[in-house]
């Protein structure tokens, strides 16, 4: 168990630092001036390129979770004891903040970086309202979590199923976090997962950590569906603990 826990942690940490990281320190390098920025579809592409180096690096000592939504998911869907379920989120919780703090602390080298935690998607933060990059609305937010988190978890779940094309199945989850970006960066930044919204929350400020209540909750029952309908209709056995 301490080396599956490890294995979160550091899988946690390297999606936060490799996807946050892009947001924060490539998104928009350069400014209009001189635009050499990796923009939306960039960032997108480096959350998914981090789950899927992950899932390849460490999947096979833990699952590769990185995500409580994908733990509570699994666990839904039979493929992850309930035992386990506190652990594995806080050690991605650790891993999303520890990953946070480094990534702070490399912002912090550059003399015009700041955090203005009133705004937007600030250090890679995640909102709704004024909080939204787009200004969606509280339940448009909810929504697009739950429902995107949902097909998440069909995604991993199918990927991973017995019955599925061996070796494969990184990339299939990586590329479903890239779509799943792609899509909502403009309405949440995109959470789909509470503990990378919890790293960036505790350093972006209060209104960002006030507005956290929604990015627990609706990644987590969006996992819960996701997994309920994919032990459905895949017939998974219960006794099945499968990686995700």
Known sequence: MVKKLAAEFVG???????????????????GDGNPLG????????????????????????SGGHFNPAVSFGLWAGGRFPARDLLPYIVAQT?????????LFQIASGSA????????????????????????????AAFL?????????????????????????????????????HLISIPVTNTSVNPARSTGVAIFAGGAQVSQLWLFWLAPI????????????????????????
């Open 112 to 139: 015009g970086f700041a955090i203005d935690g009133g705004s937007a998607g600030a250090f890679a933060s995640n909102g709704f309202g004024e909080l939204s990059p787009g200004g969606y609305s509280m339940a």
């Open 94 to 102: 650790l891993g999303a903040v520890a990953a946070a703090f480094i």
């Open 38 to 61: 990796i923009g939306f579809v960039g960032v997108a592409l480096a959350f998914g390129l981090t789950v899927l180096t992950g899932a390849y690096a460490l999947g096979h000592i």
């Open 221 to 244: 029952l969006g996992g819960l569906l996701g997994g309920l309908f994919y032990k459905w209709l895949g017939h998974d056995r219960p006794d099945i603990v499968g990686n995700g």
């Open 144 to 180: 697009c979590e739950v429902v995107l988190t949902a097909f998440f978890l069909v995604v991993i779940m199918g990927a991973t199923h017995s019955r599925a094309p061996a070796g494969f199945a990184p990339i299939a989850i990586g590329l479903a976090l890239t779509l799943i």
């Open 12 to 30: 946690t940490f390297w999606l936060v630092l490799g996807g946050c990281g892009s947001a924060v320190l490539a998104a928009n390098f350069g």
